[in-house]
């Protein structure tokens, strides 16, 4: 993609920057209304926030507690939206609320009846109140001591990394260009108006200047420091706040439903949500004073989720039950800017003195409508020629109808019969890359070949979910990961030497340790080489 930044005739209408929910959101937004529209991500699309969610589409249960009516009903008719155009990746999700005090039942009933109401004819089911032991039934694993019964409710549940990769591919499908490890690093100005950026493409050491009529700002958790290229004096607008996950396996809570807890010691909500045969289960909420691309969970965080959880499960999980633990980091708006286009308790749109579009806040159930939001503002601020937004129709790459979410390869959609033939031609490729692990050779093959993906990390942790559920089994995979990528990019072992070491580095800061699994980690590469 790096050939059409040279023939680029002129300047082009809108250049963003970030790839992850928010940016690739408006790069699909921008391409399908006729706009030239290129995309820089510093790293690998969704390698912060984006990738890190609890995997939700969702309207936002404490929301409605919190009474923020408006942002409910926008969030449920756009889970409602993502769910018709990307029926592969979205499922309906059933969720109980276990009560064990006499008006939990009442009270959380009556809430979520008018949460379907809000969903109207985009609802995905209605509640409904379940005795004991039909609660039992769903949830067998729950503490059956002091069970009144719960409430079940309907939600969406995605993978979030596979959406980003398939709203990258739409965005090009649209003739965007999009670029991963493509980070920005300053920007270009006429008499103190924004004019594009400087770009460096950090994977061939090349520097390019980008003139564009818009530019975007939709970095996240890195909004402030775009910010500060624009104007040293900028006062930050985000606050940090760290959520933490752990993943255990599907034992702890077998069956299809998820378990919602509306009010923890510290206020959240928590989740424990089935997902590729694990259960996710968080979040936490911990202000931190930096945005670091690759955030660790603190100590405290972990026991805080497990000594939570463990007063709903008969089982009580023990960090050795830990498969993985992630951290990602919400872009929390803390200031408007200086010169505000659209505004929300969800996400903020500002306009600087200088042009520059920065649009942050929100989650991934409402990127579609941030994406419309921002590119509206962009049409306005920069003179582009009127345009509407089309993609509340608009299927994403792979949308097809899945009545299997347990299925082999599902989340791919109309991409499967594609990678089915590279197995056809090679029959190796349907092996798994490990006996703990739900994928196989082909999906990496593909991930490098059709889905920009460039590092043994991009494909363990992004184009395949393997780092998030099992950490240590990553690990393990990863000599023979970086293998079939190198001979498919044509590397030579040098770099699969220095990929292997980049991603061990990374992938112990998922695992919960034992002082022995640095040596296991080094006898487990010798095996792969």
């Given at each position: ?494 770099w699969q030497k220095n990929q292997i070491e980049i991603f061990n580095e990374l992938a112990k800061k998922y695992v919960v340790t034992d002082k022995d699994r640095p040596q296991k980690l080094a006898e487990s590469e010798k095996e792969f080489i």
């Amino acid at each position: 993609m790096t050939a059409q930044l040279g023939s680029q005739d002129g300047p082009w209408d809108v250049c963003i920057i970030g790839g992850g929910a928010t940016g690739l959101g408006a790069a699909v937004d921008a391409a399908s209304r006729g706009y030239k529209t290129i995309l820089l991500e510093q790293f690998d699309f969704a390698k912060g926030t984006s990738s890190r969610s609890t995997k939700l589409v969702h309207g936002g249960v404490r929301y409605l507690q919190q009474g923020n009516i408006k942002l409910v009903m926008e969030a449920l008719h756009e889970r409602g939206i993502l769910k018709k155009n990307a029926p592969h990746l979205v499922k309906n999700q059933s969720f109980i609320v276990p009560n064990y005090k006499w008006w939990e039942g009442p009270f959380y009933g009556i809430g979520l009846k008018i949460y379907d109401w809000m969903s109207g004819s985009l609802g995905l089911g209605p509640s409904q109140f379940l005795s004991k032991d039909e609660t039992l039934q769903r949830a067998p694993t729950l503490d059956a001591e002091g069970l009144k019964g719960s409430v079940l409710y309907h939600d969406g549940q995605f993978d979030d990394a596979r959406l980003a990769i398939n709203l990258a591919q739409t965005a090009s499908e649209n003739k965007a260009v999009v670029l991963n490890y493509f980070p920005v690093v300053g920007l270009l100005k006429q008499h103190e108006k924004i004019t594009g950026v400087s770009a460096h493409d950090s994977l061939n050491d090349k520097k390019y200047e980008i003139k564009a009529k818009a530019i975007i700002n939709a970095t996240g958790v890195f909004t402030d420091s775009i910010l500060k290229m624009d104007d040293d004096a900028s006062a930050p607008v985000i606050s940090p706040s760290q959520g933490v996950h752990i993943v255990l396996d599907k034992e702890f809570l077998p069956g299809e439903s998820a378990i919602m807890v509306p009010h923890t010691d510290d206020g959240r909500v928590l989740f424990a949500v089935p997902w590729h045969n694990k259960i996710i289960i968080g979040t936490t909420d911990t202000p931190v004073e930096t945005a670091s691309p690759e955030p660790v969970a603190m100590e405290e965080e972990i026991n805080f989720i497990l000594e939570q959880i463990g007063k709903y499960l008969s089982k009580i999980p023990t960090r050795s039950d830990i498969r993985s633990v992630f951290a990602g980091l919400r872009p929390l708006v803390k200031a408007s800017g200086k010169k505000t286009a659209a505004l929300s308790r969800d996400h903020l749109i500002a306009v600087s003195d200088s042009g520059l579009i920065t649009i942050t806040g929100g989650k991934w159930t409402t990127y579609r409508r941030m994406a419309e939001d921002v590119i509206d503002v962009a049409i306005e601020k920069s003179g582009l020629a009127t345009s509407k937004c089309n993609t509340a129709d608009l299927q994403i790459h792979g949308a097809q109808q899945t009545a299997d979410f347990s299925a082999p390869l599902y989340y791919y959609g109309t991409d499967i019969e594609k990678i089915t033939s590279l197995i056809e031609k090679e029959k190796t490729l349907g092996e798994a890359i490990h006996p703990n692990l739900p994928y196989i050779k082909a999906e990496i093959i593909w991930a490098v070949k059709h889905e920009m993906c460039m590092t043994v990390e991009d494909a363990l942790s992004r184009r395949t979910r393997a780092l998030l559920l099992d950490a240590q089994a990553a690990i393990e995979c990863a000599p023979l990961v970086a293998f079939l990528m190198a001979k498919e990019m044509r590397k030579d072992d040098d770099w699969q030497k220095n990929q292997i070491e980049i991603f061990n580095e990374l992938a112990k800061k998922y695992v919960v340790t034992d002082k022995d699994r640095p040596q296991k980690l080094a006898e487990s590469e010798k095996e792969f080489i």
